[in-house]
């Protein structure tokens, strides 16, 4: 059943903001079936709307015919009180929106059984509808309080149903008794099948939590990434621009080289403006314009980009990029972009060794490039924790740290072809080297 924050609107009954006892009252489609929701909702219960109205009907059926088996339900006795008993918790419930406690409701029924058990059935009845009463209440009872409290009620019944025996000779004390235990197995059934689906909707509310976690983490790597590039390249291109204005000699050659440079940021920074949008655009609904994500291919023309922006990069590339999967080609670059970044933005005036191979059985990248004097090798910083992630996500192994004085970052990553691709095992497992 719904949870109460998704029900219905229609026919809700809400108290006013300054008042607990005025109450508004909505009669629309379906009010009296909402009313039951937030009702059973209320205790906790995930039953739907049928199981409470179906557990009243059997109650107030079963006695209003065990009434009439006594003959007093046209010409009523005092003990066709018994039906406004039973009746009395649905009319709180659906008329009232208030509810009895359990105990008390619980109580009146068991007390209405054994008022129509302490009479006998008239002349030419075949079998008293009254026990069917308690097979009704002790059902409820497992279903809504427990197992524990259902056994309470199922001896009370038994117990109520062997002195109506001893009494005045009830008929049909086999079938009664059993009816008791049917009552039982019944709630059981249906105690058990609302815990399952508990469980059930707990687990997939964990599943989503765990899914949009990983959603934004990886979101915010891919922003991170462009981000991080596109203002290294950008800051390239205008400190170029800055030692170029300060040799201005006058004969307008220079001036074309700063206005080229500063067209090559203002590209970059538009570049990342629609990455950066098309990267959270998975967060819209609705059609968008899209763009091939950048691949193992790219990675050539991420370092040309590079190298136009003023960063010096000897780059050497074997095997065929292009035969990677997108996933992976796409893991790749990242990380071969965010690598560059840094170098950019931590040590902008020596020069980026990259080699990249790719064969059938493993992709082989690494970024290299002198340390500064001063600069900080703890490994710190979101840059290379996003590394790691991406490295983890294409089950491959990484290794950035100081190698005889350079820094050093490493990826290798287990390929086997595919459909005609090569695409990584997409398992987390990292290695030591």
């Keep these: ?26 009669v629309g489609p379906g009010w009296m079936r909402t009313r039951i929701e937030e009702h059973v909702a209320a ?208 004969d307008g050659s220079v001036v074309a080289e700063v206005d080229a440079g500063l067209a090559d940021a203002e590209q970059v920074g538009r570049q990342a403006m629609a990455d950066i949008r098309q990267t959270v655009s998975t967060l819209t609904d609705g059609p968008a314009v899209t763009q091939a994500l950048p691949g193992g291919g790219d990675i050539g023309a991420l370092v040309a980009q590079m190298e136009r922006a003023g960063l010096a990069v000897e780059y050497v590339e074997s095997g065929d990029p292009h035969r990677l999967a997108k996933a992976t080609g796409l893991g790749l670059y990242r990380i071969a972009q965010e690598s560059l970044a840094n170098i950019a933005k931590h040590a902008p005036t020596s020069t980026a060794r990259v080699q990249f191979s790719v064969t059938s059985r493993r992709a082989w990248l690494t970024v290299r490039n002198a340390l500064p004097e001063g600069a900080a090798t703890d490994g710190s910083g979101s840059g290379l924790a996003g590394m790691t992630a991406r490295a983890d996500q294409l089950g491959a192994t990484l290794a950035a740290d100081v190698v005889d004085g350079d820094w050093l970052v490493d990826l290798r990553v287990p390929l086997r072809e595919h459909n005609g691709l090569l695409s990584c095992p997409l398992r987390a497992h990292k290695l030591a080297w």
């Design 43 to 250: 205790h906790g219960l995930l039953y739907p709307w049928w199981i409470p109205v179906l557990a009243i009907t059997g109650q107030v059926g079963t006695v209003v015919a065990a009434v009439s088996l006594r003959d007093e339900l046209w010409a009523p006795g005092w003990i066709a009180l018994t039906i406004p008993m039973v009746l009395l918790p649905g009319i709180m419930m659906i008329g009232f929106q208030r509810h009895l406690p359990h105990l008390i409701e619980t109580a009146a029924a068991l007390a209405a059984a054994a008022w129509l058990l302490s009479e006998p059935v008239g002349a030419g009845a075949a079998l008293d509808t009254a026990p069917a009463l308690l097979a009704f209440v002790t059902a409820e009872v497992v279903a809504r309080d427990g197992v524990r409290n259902g056994l309470v009620v199922a001896g009370i019944s038994v117990a109520m149903i062997s002195a109506a025996i001893a009494g005045h000779g009830l008929s049909g004390a086999a079938v009664q008794l059993v009816d008791i235990l049917l009552g039982f197995v019944i709630g059981y059934m249906l105690l058990w099948q609302m815990r399952a689906l508990a469980a059930e909707r707990a687990a997939r509310a964990g599943e989503h939590a765990r899914a949009t976690l990983a959603e934004r983490e990886r979101i915010a790597r891919e922003i991170h990434d462009l981000v991080a590039h596109s203002l290294s390249v950008t800051l390239l291109q205008i400190t170029g621009a800055r030692h170029a204005l300060r040799d201005l000699d006058g």
């Design 1 to 26: 059943m719904p949870n109460r924050a998704m029900l219905p609107s229609l026919g809700s009954v809400r108290p006013l903001p300054d008042s607990s006892l005025t109450r508004t009252v909505t």
